[in-house]
């Protein structure tokens, strides 16, 4: 293969990502009964239906919980009136089913989605209080487990279900399935495909097998949805069709934004929606919640910003009431500023909550579990975790985990999986742009290919956007002219520059007419 990229080229190494592909259609998905305690649970949900008991279904507040708790509460609400959904309160409940939560319950079934897999305290109580208690969560099994009724997580050891990176959602797809099973009922379970890819995408799950044919399958749902909710997204702001960019950058945020800023009920309520009237309603909320997200997140981005040792090689930074529901993107935006992990506390009194995001190879979840005996609680996964930590506690653990994380081999906190390599401006043309649209959908083990032109000459700039923080770049490279935009830039160049970039292509929707377009990652003036 020669040093610049053809088409041929690049379709070739995108080809090879999935040359251990075993899982090519939804026909052939699994059976739900290989998770361990599947049939079990799915036998005590018929006997609580049969016998009109009330189930009470506990989420989280994340894209994945809100559908997770949708997906089973609208399935279940088909067969019983009977049915109560729990979205814990970011600020005022914290993550989960916690102890509190339950110790107020009336007598009913219990059922975690998307959470509840370290919910010991939660599960004595009800073990106390005679209530049988169903986990079904996907994150990483902790040594101590809670003492639960039953527990349907891929990731236990004694589970046979032969995906274990699935989101919580499709965990509550399958439950969905096995009840349906154990009831014999007549349902189309493809009737939450639409927002079961919304999950995945939102939970950052690897896209490849059964992940990546659930998002295709999904996006062509969404894209011909009846759903009032998705219709008033798709009318708001003017979308011909999705794709999963769009579930990453718009619809995910959005329904975040009520977790984050308020009370995830209000995402909830928002998939729930019978008509376009009340969607829009509740749309407009959440695009209001979503913009004073941004708000609060520029401004703690800058105050953190200037707390930064760019000498170490993670970040470490808090302050004092900081908005618990912007911290993760904040760590998120700083990793990419810094190109190093991140964690951001937001300290109330005498305890800090903090969210961490990784880098390349960096296992972000395993380094703070090093530091358990300086944290009060911790979990996640590779590259994203949550932690808290007593306040007083914070300088210790700051130059314990700076010392581990300046032993480790430079390395891994580079990742070039998406970087396939330089291409000349001529080989970027429709032809390209269905060879790269048909290995879609991009994400977690399927990158979003990125290519380097080198020695570009900027032709035209022009600054965009409310804040004024994008750049629209006219470049020419070998005779050939290209658009680009490089967003949230760090460097502006000028007219006449000689530049290399790093980006993606994506096409550009203008008054009917489709031309590619560079979305600049990296510019090396």
């Avoid at 509460?73 to 339950?102: A, C, T, W």
């Avoid at 890819?197 to 992940?211: C, F, H, Q, R």
């Amino acid at each position: 293969m020669s040093d610049i990229l053809s088409k041929e080229d690049i379709q070739k190494i995108l080809l090879k990502r999935f040359e251990n592909d075993k899982f090519t259609t939804l026909s052939s998905l699994p059976n739900p009964i290989l998770f361990k305690d599947m049939q079990k649970s799915a036998k005590r949900v018929a006997k609580a239906l049969k016998n009109k008991e009330k189930i009470t279904i506990i989420g989280d507040y994340d894209v994945d919980g809100v559908v997770s708790s949708f997906i089973l509460s609208d399935f279940l609400e088909k067969l019983s009136q009977n049915i109560e959904v729990i979205i814990p309160n970011r600020f005022s409940d914290g993550y989960g089913v916690s102890k509190s939560i339950v110790e107020r319950l009336e007598p009913c079934l219990v059922i975690t989605v998307d959470n509840g897999i370290s919910a010991v305290e939660a599960a004595e109580v009800c073990l106390e209080r005679g209530v049988d208690l169903i986990i079904t969560d996907h994150h990483t099994v902790p040594k101590n487990i809670p003492k639960a009724y039953a527990i349907i997580n891929p990731k236990q050891e004694e589970c046979s279900f032969p995906y274990k990176e699935i989101c919580g959602a499709q965990v509550a797809w399958y439950f969905v399935a096995a009840i349906k099973q154990e009831m014999r009922l007549d349902f189309n379970l493809l009737e939450y495909i639409d927002l079961l890819s919304i999950a995945i995408v939102a939970d950052m799950m690897e896209l490849k097998g059964l992940n990546r044919m659930f998002v295709k399958k999904g996006l062509k749902a969404i894209n011909n949805t009846k759903r009032a909710s998705i219709l008033s997204i798709k009318e708001k702001f003017e979308k011909e069709s999705f794709s999963s960019e769009d579930i990453s950058f718009l619809l995910a945020p959005l329904l975040n934004s009520a977790g984050r800023m308020d009370s995830a009920m209000k995402a909830f309520n928002f998939l729930r929606a019978k008509t376009m009237s009340e969607a829009t309603v509740l749309l407009q909320d959440m695009i209001k919640l979503n913009e004073d997200r941004k708000d609060i997140e520029k401004e703690l981005f800058e105050i953190s910003e200037t707390e930064v040792d760019k000498n170490q090689n993670i970040i470490v930074v808090w302050g004092s009431g900081w908005h618990e529901g912007v911290i993760g993107i904040v760590a998120a935006r700083l990793t990419r500023r810094f190109k190093k992990p991140a964690i951001v506390f937001s300290v109330t009194d005498d305890k800090a909550k903090g969210s961490a995001r990784s880098v390349g190879e960096v296992n972000i979840l395993s380094l703070i579990e090093e530091e358990k005996d300086n944290i009060l609680g911790y979990g996640g996964h590779k590259g994203a975790a949550g932690l808290s930590i007593e306040t007083k506690n914070l300088p210790i653990f700051k130059a314990s985990i700076e010392k581990r994380v300046n032993n480790l081999k430079k390395e891994l906190f580079i990742s070039n999986k998406e970087i396939l390599g330089e291409i000349d401006a001529k080989e970027i043309d429709f032809e390209l742009l269905d060879i790269l649209e048909s290995f879609e959908p991009y994400g977690q083990k399927n990158p979003k290919p990125y290519f380097l032109i080198k020695n570009a000459k900027v032709k035209k700039t022009r600054i965009l956007g409310k804040a004024k923080n994008h750049q629209k770049i006219i470049i020419e490279h070998n005779n050939s002219i290209l658009e680009s935009i490089y967003f949230n830039y760090q460097d502006k160049v000028n007219v006449g520059f000689k530049i290399d970039i790093l980006f993606s292509i994506s096409k550009n929707y203008y008054r009917g007419y489709v031309t590619p377009q560079l979305l600049i990652k990296e510019i090396i003036i």
